[in-house]
């Protein structure tokens, strides 16, 4: 029947399937292939280059999928780099709307050998590429900046992150020949907020060695009607100069993020609020010295706000969580490490009032966290995606229960961490008086729910599962309730009661699984990770460092079977050899990444 469907079909039932599903069906067959290259289904689809080891035709069989998002990896001054880039962008130039150079040791000229075929180009990545910016002579001849200029027009979002030799007049000429950037990110950039100390009169004249806070200010109120994302996080930004951009005339920033800038305090916030009403995301977090004043001022000016980061704010307190229900378009919340922040000021905040849009919540090392709180959030957000517990040390099983019970639109859970959650938890059964038997479970399971899913196996739309750390979970809980169709990523980290039993049952009832973290899980052997890498196919990532009992037998099955693997950890494996790692790489050549600390 399949070779009878005609290709248009074909493709559009595979609009419906995840991206590894997607891949896995274009290996059918040719008609299936052909199918799979349809451009309807290229638009999430990201091609991540490794230049080094690309052949001219492999880039040349790129072209048919019309990709329009590319990812250059490990690119140095080569020729062949440079040629492997110029194919690239000759057969994907005209459909890319996305490109990341991000760490690249890139030159000036490979970098105009890509421009003038890029003229569709939306968004572009250039962070941590900073042999680009070394000379500082970026775009300086005529040639080069209006080619620029006339490929770039078009571009939306800039990412000029952790770039050590930005300066001014870089800077300028690059939003000179994009005039159109509403996005922008200075992540981790160099930006001097007084004057420049190499140039006499720096006040009111563009730098040539660094980037300066009044050209920043400068290209605001040229741009500012256009700019509505700016990303200043991690640049040293003081409280003054934060006042000085929002005040800037005519700019509405609606994005806004200036993560770990520690000088920052509650007043600084409130300037910012009241002049940028428009705010309808903020990212504060690492700020240690703003407490839950800002959250008020927020709230009180703000209303409108959707997505909030207050990780590792310390001094946050219940005050800051007791009124998120006067936020009623929250989309996103984070109090990560915000030890002060408890269950009743949770429950005040979320369960007063209605918040249809809130399906992200971030709580990690709330250690005042209870299963109070989860059981009440249960009952007034059910429409919840992504729930974050690492190491909110008092739930048990409970909270374990009441998610599954309550969220039946999760994709990602993490109680990683909380010691007190057992097999009986993910599998929503009573702890029984007495340990049971793989098959007693089973059967009360069935008896249970007439055969329907129990426990964690409710959550049917689970992608992402963190249970690292659940030193209670055994082989009976794996085997029992770690049964997800559309599972991607799993991570059991020191389960140390996790057997081969448990990977055995996971190689068959996880079947899209792509990463697999089982680092410190002491029982595991070669036969059980064998029986995993044989089995599922799209393993991407794997972790199974601090295993003594692996040996260079899992390296000769992860040579056979893991034709997928981009990253691999077998650090402090005591058991495993250089050569066998040796022979690792040369059978898998696209291993982007292999962490073998401390092998011998």
């Keep these: 029947m399949a070779t009878t469907l005609p290709v248009e079909v074909i493709a559009h039932v ?328 408890s269950s009743k000021a949770l429950i005040a905040g979320f369960c007063s009032k209605p918040m249809p849009h809130l399906s992200s919540i971030c709580l990690a090392h709330c250690t005042l966290v209870r299963d109070e709180f989860v059981e009440a959030l249960g009952k007034a957000v059910p429409h919840l995606q992504e729930l974050d517990l690492t190491s909110c040390l008092a739930i048990t099983d409970r909270s374990v229960h009441a998610i599954a019970a309550s969220f039946p639109e999760l994709k990602r859970l993490s109680v990683a961490w909380c010691k007190n959650v057992t097999d009986y938890g993910i599998l929503g059964l009573e702890k029984p008086s007495e340990e049971i038997t793989e098959e007693e479970a089973l059967a009360l399971l069935a008896q249970r729910d007439a055969g329907l899913p129990t426990g964690l196996q409710r959550l049917a739309r689970l992608r992402v599962l963190d249970l690292s750390t659940c030193q209670q979970l055994s082989d009976l809980g794996i085997t029992c309730a770690i049964r997800f169709r559309e599972l991607v990523c799993l991570r059991l980290n020191m389960c140390t009661g996790v057997t081969d039993q448990s990977l055995v049952a996971i190689a068959t009832n996880v079947p899209s699984l792509e990463e697999l973290s089982i680092s410190q899980c002491y029982q595991v052997t070669d036969e059980g990770v064998t029986t995993v890498v044989k089995r599922l196919q799209r393993l991407t990532f794997l972790d199974i460092s601090c295993n003594d009992k692996l040996t260079n037998r899992t390296l000769a099955s992860l040579s056979q079977h893991c034709r997928c693997l981009q990253k691999l950890d077998v650090s402090l494996c005591s058991q495993m050899s250089h050569d066998a790692l040796d022979k690792l790489q040369y059978h898998l050549p696209h291993l982007v990444s292999l962490q073998s600390r401390l092998v011998v």
């Design 14 to 341: 595979m609009r419906f399937l995840s991206v590894g599903d997607r891949k896995a069906s274009a290996l059918v067959n040719r008609q299936w292939y052909e199918a799979s290259l349809d451009p309807a289904l290229q638009t999430n689809t990201v091609f991540h280059l490794l230049t080094p080891f690309t052949s001219g035709s492999t880039v040349q069989s790129f072209g048919l999928r019309k990709s329009p998002n590319l990812v250059l990896n490990d690119m140095d001054g080569s020729s062949k780099s440079k040629e492997v880039v110029k194919k690239a962008c000759q057969h994907l130039g005209q459909h890319l709307q996305s490109l990341s150079l991000k760490g690249s040791d890139i030159t000036e000229g490979t970098f105009m050998v890509i421009v003038p075929h890029c003229y569709n180009l939306t968004r572009l990545d250039l962070s941590l590429c900073n042999s680009l910016f070394l000379s500082g002579n970026l775009l300086r001849k005529v040639n080069d900046f209006q080619a620029a200029e006339k490929a770039l027009v078009n571009l939306r979002e800039l990412n000029l992150g952790s770039l050590r030799h930005l300066s001014d007049c870089v800077f300028n000429r690059l939003v000179t020949v994009m005039p159109n950037v509403e996005n922008l990110s200075l992540s981790g950039c160099t930006i001097s907020y007084e004057f420049d100390p190499y140039v006499k009169g720096s006040e009111t004249r563009e730098s040539a060695s660094v980037l300066t806070f009044v050209n920043i200010k400068a290209f605001l109120k040229q741009q500012g009607k256009k700019l509505t994302s700016l990303n200043l996080s991690k640049t040293g930004l003081p409280g003054s100069s934060l006042r000085e951009l929002a005040a800037v005339p005519g700019i509405a920033i609606r994005e806004l993020n200036i993560a770990g800038n520690r000088d920052l305090n509650d007043d600084d916030i409130l300037a910012l609020v009241k002049k940028q009403t428009g705010l309808t995301s903020l990212d504060v977090a690492m700020c240690g010295e703003l407490s839950s004043q800002t959250v008020l001022h927020i709230e009180t000016h703000v209303p409108q706000m959707q997505y909030l980061n207050f990780s590792k704010c310390r001094r946050m307190r219940e005050v800051a969580a007791s009124k998120l229900y006067t936020l009623p378009g929250l989309e996103y919340i984070s109090f990560a490490e915000c030890p002060q922040v």
